[in-house]
């Protein structure tokens, strides 16, 4: 796995503004994908999720982009707003239906 | 609240110890997950279980074990610990065996002293 903790990438936001975590996976076979959101001391709360067939998927204020090409995910939360601040990652389902995740990101909203 | 429920919240032992972790998938879920989770190593699947079979392996050591009891819940083993093994463990739960949709509960804390 990579390296997580106090070596996360951070993102910081101003409240209001729009958040785009990204998430570069690893392999092209990959046909699942889902992020997850977590706060300090709490377990993963699943967002969103997205089929290798699809491009984007919309939930409520937030968008999941798919690039197959570049292998890149990205997350966009709209009107970023103070309880979006945690640890967002992401995984991809390969082969044998394991997920894998990524070292997560770390979302800091400004007020 | 997910509805995956794990016990205990924390766990403070010895080295060469042996404790168990306990999970309660959500209502209807018959697949369970066991995830570690450390600093250095993030998120690092154990191994899966679907309507109490073993379903995959993951990088789980050899002192450590689980089981899915015919209620669906499960219980990870985890024996002779060392001071690596203190992390958060997390228990996760889906509908299918497909690694879809997992909720995960709010984990154990395991401190190996």
């Known amino acids: 796995g990579e390296s997580v903790g106090l070596h996360l990438p951070t993102l910081s936001v101003q409240e209001g503004d729009n958040s785009i975590i990204n998430c570069a996976y690893s392999?092209?076979?990959?046909?699942?994908f889902i992020w997850y959101k977590q706060e300090s001391g709490k377990g993963p709360q699943f967002i969103i999720d997205?089929?290798?067939?699809?491009d984007k998927r919309q939930g409520q204020r937030v968008t999941v982009l798919l690039n197959k090409t570049v292998k890149h995910l990205s997350l966009q939360i709209a009107a970023t707003q103070p309880g979006d601040s945690a640890v967002y990652f992401c995984?991809?389902?390969?082969?044998?239906?394991?997920?894998?995740f990524g070292g997560g990101t770390r979302v800091l909203v400004k007020p | 609240d997910s509805g995956v429920t794990q016990t205990p919240k924390h766990l403070i032992t010895a080295t060469g110890q042996r404790v168990t972790l306990r999970c309660s998938p959500r209502?209807?879920?018959?697949?369970v997950y066991w995830y570690q989770q450390s600093l250095d190593q993030g998120l690092q699947f154990l191994i899966q279980?679907?309507?109490?079979?073993?379903?995959a392996k993951g990088n789980i050591l050899e002192r450590f074990s689980a089981q899915q009891f015919p209620d669906l819940h499960s219980e990870l083993n985890l024996s002779s610990l060392e001071l690596g093994d203190s992390a958060l463990y997390f228990c996760?739960?889906?509908?299918?065996?497909?690694?879809?949709?997992?909720?995960f509960g709010s984990g154990t804390q395991l401190s190996v002293l």
């Open positions: 996760a739960s889906s509908t299918t065996a497909t690694n879809e949709k997992l909720f």
């Open positions: 392999n092209s076979a990959s046909d699942y």
């Open positions: 997205i089929r290798s067939n699809m």
């Open positions: 995984a991809e389902r390969a082969a044998g239906n394991k997920l894998t």
């Open positions: 209502s209807g879920d018959l697949s």
């Open positions: 279980y679907y309507n109490g079979e073993e379903r």
